[in-house]
């Protein structure tokens, strides 16, 4: 896989370019999608800057209109949120980067525990064993992550020697949840809630928990290969909360990019310092704390999810304060992704060559 640099040119825009880009996007947006069918929210902020938010299609068959309420699963971008739970736990000093696992794990073979470290799993560079590989797909019940621990209790090798190679890992972001249960005492999405969703005011987003109501909840569908769309919102792994179940609002998620510029919660560019593991060393693109990023002074972060019924993207610049998001309720919705940084390139704000490519690091 081919990685590029992220390269964002801010520039002030005149309000009369940032009307004619507004009318761009929106064509872009709504060309794309059905009339009655599931859509697209985006929002664009540059240089401190709101200049898009909006949102096209339908939150369900029910015909409530998407909005930027509107509560979508992240997929894997939620692993930034788990990241972020034991960036907390670390910075409050009852866990270190270079704790092993068996000292949360004493279920897993000590062969493999005793090697690899929380920055492993942090980084993806744990080598630990993918559980949609080992998991049993004959059973109708959801998995969950503490059946993801009981799998990988079973197993005594690693795909490498932890630490050496980088390989994408939802095993690993399934145990950080447990990691933040076993060491705060609290269920994973209290501890979310305590200690992000409520000093950050998000009022809406939440843990994915099965039972529990998602206020402003866009359903998940899916295009068959005749390109008929369907429901399809839950899998059997869509219950494990630690590599995907986060639901949240473009609103919300606005608050979320705030907070990392700001260093509410952790001075993440200090963090990306200290933790971080290099994909490809010659181009500079590293994977940090849930976020895929480039350049260590002024960090280019970038994270994708897809999931059964979702596809969701994520540009985040801390240093010139810009943010790209994009969230669709249909499964594997990328071209539209890719025709909208295309039209904020024309105007210096995305270059669509040097981000795309990252999405298929976290298949």
Known sequence: MKILTISLSLIM????????????????????????????????????????????????????????????????????????????????????FDDPISRFFPEIPAVVGNKIL????????????????????????????????????????????????????NSAYALLALITERVSGKSFPQFMKDRIFKPLKMKNSLM????????N???????DRNKMLYANDQSSTSAVKGDGGVYTSLNDYSKWTHALWEGKLVDLPAVLKRLNFPIKQVTGSYYGPGWFYFDKDQPSLFHSGSTCGFSTFSINIPGQKTSIVYYSNIANNSAPWKKILEILASEGIANPAQVFQLHELTR
């Open 13 to 96: 825009l005149s309000q009369t370019t940032l009307a004619q880009l507004e009318k761009r996007l929106d064509s872009a947006i709504a060309s794309s999608v059905q009339s009655g069918e599931p859509g697209i929210a985006l929002y664009v902020e540059n240089n401190g800057k709101v200049i898009y938010k909006n949102a096209f299609g339908l939150d369900n068959t029910n015909g409530k209109k998407l909005s930027a309420t509107t509560n979508f699963r992240m997929a894997s971008v939620s692993k930034q949120f788990t990241a972020m739970c034991i960036l907390l736990l670390e910075k409050d000093g009852k866990v270190s």
């Open 118 to 169: 929380l920055r492993h799993l942090l980084t993806h560079s744990s080598g630990i064993i993918d559980y949609e590989n080992i998991m049993d797909n004959s059973k109708t019940t959801q998995l969950l992550d503490a059946d993801v621990l009981t799998l990988l209790s079973k197993q005594d090798t690693t795909y490498f020697t932890p630490g050496s190679k980088f390989r994408y890992s």
């Open 208 to 215: 994915y928990e099965g039972s529990t109501p998602i206020p």
């Open 217 to 223: 909840r866009a359903m998940g569908f899916a295009r």
